[in-house]
Each structure stands twice: as structure tokens, then as C-alpha cells.
């Protein structure tokens, strides 16, 4: 164990608005095992100084470059000694009590790689926010969708996901990590850049035998969207491109090319409806994004080649998008429990 129990580690770039807003309540509901860091992936703000003038107890961790989300972290991670970390986004309002009941469900059961907490939006704050919610999920074509948020339907919290339960994915947005396993299996994929490189991270570590889990006793709200909005062309891309490495990494080899074959006419579909709606950016980056994919192949083999593929547990088996739009199932709990492997 490191010389504090939990590192929670805010990867800042350009955000001093959030640091500002969010840091006096990380700060007021800390634990006392935990450390706050800041690590600043090159931003051209004042954030630094914002931090250095108001926060000097604040360590703060200077990345050289902004490389991303993925990048970022690793970068941050290889300088802290610590038994846990908690990646937790700038943008994140924290609750009193939030660290302690994930730790302790962690520290009952090793087998647990990362943990989230359950999040709710800041603007909205009753009903579950769209990146993370009460867990994350994926269908078998691996389109994510969460307990609490399937697309742009998000639930009001009724108490309806109180349970701690077994989860495909934790966000990114506040994702807890036995950190001896996040250096073991490599961290985060630097070449995801942004988006999807924590589903890609709790896959590996599902492939491994560890288990993935959501934690209804720490709440914390959160605004979204603080990088990168969710109508930037880029971000299509990003989702694409990294949907396509994520499947291509993680998924047993029967099934590898069956869920491609599908994807692919899925795809289309989707870069037609962007064009349909006039998105004419979104369809070109949908078409960048499978050729950056068609690129990185020979890479990805190699990445394969080091883990483990296996059948894991918290797979929908249906599609999801069919679910959605044709069957018109809006809430997670409409879903047919059968279907989960």
C-alpha cells in the first residue's frame, strides 16, 4: 500500500470554471484517507495558478502534454503510490459520505476492479445523468447503455437501482480502481484518446476474472458534456472509431466476426440518418472514423494477443438500439432480465 489509501485524482485541462465551482466540496467531503490531486494535462488557463493561490495543500501532477483522457491518467498514475485511485471528472458535485461505502464493498471482496458510485445530474438533480447512472451495460453488439439511461432517455431516481449490483462498465466520470490491477493489466488504452476507453478497461479486467460493481450509497451529481459537447463532430468520431477498437480487443474470437458483420450494416445505417438529417460533418467523421479503425488493425491484433477473451457476465443479449427505437423499451427495468449473460 501507498503512503495514503485512496488517491482521488481530477484530471484537469482548461477547467478552472469547474475547479472553482466543485473543489470546495471535494475538499469539505474528503476522507481521511484519501488525497486530492490535480493532474494537468497542459492547460493554457489559469488553472495552475487558480490552484497554487487558493489550494496550496493541493498536490498537483503536470503532464506534459494534453494526450487525452486515457493519456492523461496513465501519465498521472505512474507518479502515485496508492492502494486506490478514484478518476473523477473536474465537472463532478461530490456528496457527504461519497468515498467511504464504495472502499469498504472493495475492501470486502478483492475480486471487485472498479466501482462506481451512483450519479445524478447537477442540472437536473432527481433524475440519473447520462454518463454513468446507476451502471454500465453493453448489448452484444456492444452499444453501452446504463441502469438509469438507455440513449437519451434518463429515469428519475425512485430508488429503483438502490442495490449494489454486478456492472459491465464504470464511468469514467468517477470510477474507483484497485490500483495494483490498473497497472497490471497497462491502465488505460492511450490510443482510445477519449470516450469508451473505461468500458474498454473494465472489459479487460472482466476477461481477467475481476468483477465490476455500482455502489447506490455514495451519490454524486454530475454537469456532463465538459470536454467535449455531445454534438462535436469529433466526438462521433471518437465513439465510432473506439467502439470498433473496443470490440476488436475484447471480444471471444467466435464471436469476433458475426458482431463486425452486423456493426458494419449498422453503421451505414447510422452515417445515412446523420446525412438524412443533415449532419453532413458526422457522416463524413462516422466514415473517418471506420477507415482510423481499418488502420489500426494490425495494432489491435497485438493487443489481443496479451489478454484473455471469454464469455463475461452483464452482456445484453439482444440490440439494444432495436429495444429502444422499434420496441419502444425506455427504462432499463423494461428490459428482459433473461437476456443479461
Not at 442540472?123 to 453493453?138: L, R, T, V, W
Not at 447510422?270 to 495494432?299: Q, T
Request: glycine residues 6%; hydrophobic residues 40%.
Amino acid at each position: 500500500m501507498g503512503n495514503t489509501k485512496v488517491a482521488i485524482v481530477i484530471l484537469n485541462w482548461n477547467g478552472k470554471r469547474f475547479l472553482e465551482k466543485f473543489l470546495p466540496f471535494l475538499v469539505k467531503y474528503n476522507s481521511a484517507n484519501a488525497e486530492i490531486i490535480i493532474a494537468d494535462n497542459a492547460s493554457s488557463d489559469d488553472s495552475i495558478d487558480f490552484l497554487q493561490s487558493n489550494y496550496p495543500e493541493i498536490r498537483i501532477i503536470r503532464n506534459n502534454e494534453n494526450g487525452g483522457f486515457a493519456k492523461g491518467y496513465n501519465d498521472a498514475f505512474s507518479q502515485i503510490d496508492s492502494e486506490y485511485y478514484v478518476l473523477l471528472n473536474s465537472d463532478i458535485e461530490v456528496t457527504p459520505n461519497w468515498i467511504d461505502p464504495v472502499i469498504e464493498l472493495m475492501d470486502k471482496d478483492k475480486t471487485i476492479a472498479a466501482c462506481q458510485p451512483k450519479i445524478r445530474s447537477y442540472y437536473n438533480k432527481d433524475y440519473f445523468e447520462y454518463a454513468g447512472a446507476a451502471g454500465g451495460f453493453i448489448d452484444k453488439y456492444g452499444y453501452p447503455f446504463c441502469r438509469g439511461r438507455i440513449f437519451q432517455s434518463g429515469e428519475k431516481d425512485e430508488g429503483q437501482y438502490n442495490n449494489a449490483t454486478e456492472i459491465f462498465w464504470a464511468t469514467g466520470a468517477c470510477m474507483f480502481v484497485r490500483s495494483e490491477l490498473y497497472h497490471k493489466s497497462g491502465g488505460l488504452d492511450n490510443d482510445f484518446f477519449a470516450h469508451m476507453e473505461e468500458i474498454d478497461f473494465c472489459w479487460r479486467q472482466k476477461n481477467a476474472g475481476y468483477k465490476i460493481m455500482y455502489c447506490p450509497d455514495s451519490l454524486i451529481f454530475h454537469i456532463g458534456g465538459g470536454t467535449l459537447p455531445k454534438n462535436n463532430p469529433k466526438k462521433t468520431y471518437l465513439n465510432f472509431r473506439n467502439n470498433f477498437f473496443l470490440l476488436f480487443k475484447n471480444l471471444p474470437s467466435n464471436k469476433l466476426f458475426p458482431v463486425f458483420f452486423i456493426r458494419l450494416f449498422l453503421d451505414g445505417i447510422a452515417g445515412l440518418k446523420f446525412l438524412a438529417e443533415g449532419h453532413f460533418k458526422d457522416f463524413i467523421f462516422v466514415i473517418k472514423a471506420h477507415f482510423a479503425f481499418y488502420f489500426s488493425i494490425s495494432k489491435l491484433l497485438k493487443k489481443r494477443r496479451i489478454s484473455k477473451h471469454v464469455n463475461v457476465s452483464c452482456i445484453y443479449n439482444k440490440l439494444i438500439v432495436s429495444e429502444y427505437y422499434i420496441k419502444n423499451k425506455k427504462t432499463f427495468n423494461q428490459l428482459d432480465e433473461k437476456s443479461f449473460s
